[in-house]
């Protein structure tokens, strides 16, 4: 969880937009394309342009910011300054939307059942009914003799049995 998601990416490298199919691209509010010197630097320009074509396809997920894509070096210090200014320029009108605050609380809530999640499967796990038999049942549903819905129901079974019988 993050104020603001930066994507950093290589200049060149196989299937340029590969991120695009796995919606790590749709995240972004910011996309480098880092090492944007020397023989790189052509591959560079055509990885911002193909980037900035993409991000017009894809759906806005925020009404106030258009995720920008520009390219920069570490090695030459060029588009760092310009980079900066896009953070400190997100920062600045997702503040001043009110964004950010709810971006914020938005993230406390996913916290929170994160952690409840993490804390339910840790008492879960631990029911000696369910931690007696879970590598029977995992190696059953892996090998198809049990459908993994079937498995989860005999698991939750166990479970409240356990419960019932006090053996958390």
């Known amino acids: 969880m993050v104020d603001m998601f930066v994507l950093i990416v290589p200049p ?9 199919k796995r919606g790590i691209v749709e995240m972004a509010d910011l996309i480098l394309v880092n090492k944007s010197d020397g023989e790189l630097l052509i591959p560079a320009r055509r990885m911002k342009a193909e980037y900035t074509s993409a991000m017009k396809l894809l ?14 070096s570490s090695k030459t210090k ?12 997100f920062k600045s009108v ?30 879960f796990k631990s029911n000696t009914n369910v931690a007696n038999s879970v590598n029977e049942i995992e190696r059953e549903v892996g090998l198809g003799v049990l459908t993994p ?20």
């Open 12 to 20: 060149a490298g196989g299937d340029e937009l590969q991120g695009l």
């Open 59 to 72: 759906r806005k997920r925020s009404k106030i910011w258009i995720p920008k894509v520009l390219k920069l």
């Open 78 to 89: 060029e588009g760092l300054p310009e980079a900066w200014d896009k953070m400190c320029e």
């Open 94 to 123: 997702m503040t001043e939307s009110g964004d950010l605050i709810r971006k914020r609380q938005r993230q406390q809530t996913v916290w929170m059942w994160n952690h409840i999640r993490e804390n339910i499967m840790d008492i």
């Open 149 to 168: 819905g079937h498995g989860a129901d005999l698991l939750l079974q166990l479970f409240r049995l356990g419960v019932q019988e006090n053996k958390l």
